[in-house]
């Protein structure tokens, strides 16, 4: 005789939010397995991806540069080592709207680390991942292997912004250029190059077992990296315009580098970035401030750069300090999601005070003077988290 199923246990009663009947899932898209990262190979990752019962979140990707050997010494690695082995990162929707495209370092890194998207506190930083072994710590042993995780993310509010999953055609697609290896390090030859592994994952909400849908279907949230004009002369006063944006803005990340294309560093305050940068809309100076109090804004609504005391020398009554988040020189950002308090909390934001825009807004930045540089000029390159409602925008936590 037939044994009565089991009932599910998991449902839950009718009614309320998307995100109530829709657990967290995670499932495998694929496994890139790249030859010898040699210093001349540039390979390319577009694999397809496949359905997963839901609606996508966003994707988890683990690289992995395994199996190297040096024959002489390596130097230090690129300054944006090893994120930069993403040499160039494109994110597209089914219907080809660009979702994340820009440098490696800037989609791979920047995004995560900024945008709240990926995690929060010390976990904001995928370089605080427990699954990242730093490339320098290689250097002495002269194999130039490295793990690194990302999250290419495409909810931007909780339940909001996700993606189709289900339809195996209307499905996003990834594509990554690769860089050779001596786009990591300056100097050194190995005998055996790492291989490079990179694991794709998807985080999704499962199918609903109700009928409801995730709120704004169809809204994304785009990253596209673009430079500002004009370049930068070393202590020049000058305006500086960003591109032409639309929708709503969570985060503004500028990211300064020089001629060479390498980020602009910064000793005693502030090299490169004016003393005090001017942010104008349309003209009008929405934020004129120190440099170093922009660094404290970041701090106090993201933790990005915040020193944590943990000893204090009694001789001077000096505190010395930890910092668990580093800001990477040369970015600064500015969050539009702190609509609840001063701190960003990442997914919980009631998009009140996004920066509303169109085609028509001008956003620039000035400095009178900005700061040398010894490559110059400098370009501004700004990396904008824009919001492209599908309707009009939700506000408020549709997720309760």
Known sequence: MAGRPQPQTTAQTAGGPFVRHAPDGRRAMYVFAGAAAGTSIAQFMANPMVSSPGWNKGYRVLTALTGGAGSTAISAPNLDAPYNFHQLVQMKDAFGTQLLTGPGYDI?????????????????????SPQFLPVVSQITTNTGNTVFPTYFPFEFAKGYGVISGAN?????????NLAPLAGLFGTGTFSTYPTSTITVDSDFYWLPNVPTDPPGIGTTCQWIYQPCNPTIPSAASTIIQ????????????????????????????????PTRPKILVDGVPL??????????????????????????????GAANGTIPVPRPVGTIAMSRKTSLAQRDFGLLDTGEIFLSTNPGTQIEVAGYPWGTAANAPMTLNALVGQIVPSGTLVQGLPEV
């Open 242 to 273: 960003l591109p032409r944006l639309g929708g709503y803005l969570t985060m503004l990340i500028f990211d300064l580098r020089d001629s060479t294309g390498a980020r602009v560093l910064e000793t005693g305050g502030s090299i490169g970035w």
């Open 287 to 316: 934020i004129d401030t120190l440099f170093t109090t922009l660094q404290e804004d970041v701090a106090i609504s993201t933790g990005i750069g915040a020193a944590v005391a943990n000893s204090v020398t009694t001789a001077t």
């Open 168 to 176: 195996a055609a209307l499905l996003p697609v990834l594509q990554v």
């Open 108 to 128: 791979s890194f920047l995004v995560p680390l900024y945008s709240g998207q990926f995690g929060l506190d010390a976990m904001r930083s995928p370089a605080n």
